[in-house]
T-cell receptor, first 114, second 112 residues
Framework: NAGVTQTPKFQVLKTGQSMTLQCAQD?????MSWYRQDPGMGLRLIHY???????DQGEVPNGYNVSRSTTEDFPLRLLSAAPSQTSVYFC?????????????FGSGTRLTVV | AQSVTQLGSHVSVSEGALVLLRCNYSSSVPPYLFWYVQYPNQGLQLLLK??????LVKGINGFEAEFKKSETSFHLTKPSAHMSDAAEYFCAVSDVGSKIIFGSGTRLSIRP
């Protein structure tokens, strides 16, 4: 089992560029989320999904878009990158209501916007 | 809205000493609580979770946490620290829905 796979592991973008962070899980999990991790601020929820075709906003959704066309994939799109989006991004998934079982996390994508 | 507060961004203990990492939560409904550990340059790994069964929860690597409703706390402890315990630890809260809210983290250092 690969678990939760995030690509790329590292990325440098110029301000204003767009890109998609990929997240795929092979555990048939319904619940998936994106978090960003910044020093001293812990993990903050960007967007989450409770199943294919269903997404919702988290704590810090501005500047990010998501879609969930399949159970396996949950890509995160940055439409116009800004230096404030420099961060480490984690994707996570859960087999049931995340509040009961907790999330399985990917290894992260380190993004730098210059 | 739910939230967690982790007291102390950095805790340093000697090898063999007691580890105590503090977490207080705020929730309008009975919470589900978690502790995660993050080793350098890695993702987060679930240490333990409280889901309203036993108030004393045992996790991996010898860690345990006690849910105290009267104190709205869920502190993480380990009787004897090992060098391999050096990592960042996150407390998190959920209300059964699909959102888990994390604290700001506590970095644990172990002195030889």
């Amino acid at each position: 089992n690969a678990g939760v796979t995030q690509t790329p592991k590292f990325q440098v973008l110029k301000t204003g560029q767009s890109m998609t962070l990929q997240c795929a899980q092979d555990m048939n999990h319904e619940y998936m989320s994106w978090y960003r991790q910044d020093p001293g601020m812990g993990l903050r929820l960007i967007h989450y999904s409770v199943g294919a075709g269903i997404t919702d906003q988290g704590e810090v959704p501005n500047g990010y878009n998501v879609s969930r066309s399949t159970t396996e994939d949950f890509p995160l799109r940055l439409l116009s990158a800004a230096p404030s989006q420099t961060s480490v991004y984690f994707c996570a998934s859960s087999s049931a209501q995340a509040g009961l079982v907790g999330y399985t996390f990917g290894s992260g994508t380190r993004l730098t916007v210059v | 809205a739910q939230s967690v507060t982790q007291l102390g961004s950095h805790v340093s203990v000697s090898e063999g000493a007691l580890v105590l990492l503090r977490c207080n939560y705020s929730s309008s409904v009975p919470p589900y609580l978690f502790w995660y550990v993050q080793y350098p340059n890695q993702g987060l790994q679930l240490l333990l979770k409280y889901t309203s069964a036993a108030t004393l929860v045992k996790g991996i690597n010898g860690f345990e946490a006690e849910f105290k409703k009267s104190e709205t706390s869920f502190h993480l402890t380990k009787p004897s620290a090992h060098m391999s315990d050096a990592a960042e630890y996150f407390c998190a809260v959920s209300d059964v829905g699909s959102k888990i809210i994390f604290g700001s983290g506590t970095r644990l250092s172990i002195r030889p």
